[in-house]
């Protein structure tokens, strides 16, 4: 088992694919719902001006969602999401 650690402020296993995928999914949420947005303020005798902006790699998370989904389904036995189908052959005489 390897040293636990930090994602979003959880302590999450990072060989535990459900729990990595759970606490990333949390970051996204929290991503989207514009949590992690800065704001800074800058002034002098003319102008005042402010800003806001929240700086992630959505497409980055995205695909770390998608991958450690997978993984967690392998390990629960979950649905798989390709299935090959099987036929056979007979001739007719």
Known sequence: ?????????????????????????NVKLRFISGERVEEVEIKS??????V??????????????ARLQVLCAE??????RRYAKRFRFTPSC
């Open 1 to 25: 088992m390897a040293d636990p650690i930090l994602v979003g402020g959880v302590s999450v296993d990072p060989d535990d694919p459900c729990a990595l995928w759970q606490a990333l999914y």
């Open 45 to 50: 005798a003319i102008t005042n001006r402010r």
């Open 75 to 80: 390990k629960t036995g979950g649905p798989r």
């Open 52 to 65: 806001r902006y929240g700086k992630s790699d959505m497409a980055g998370i995205d695909a770390e969602i």
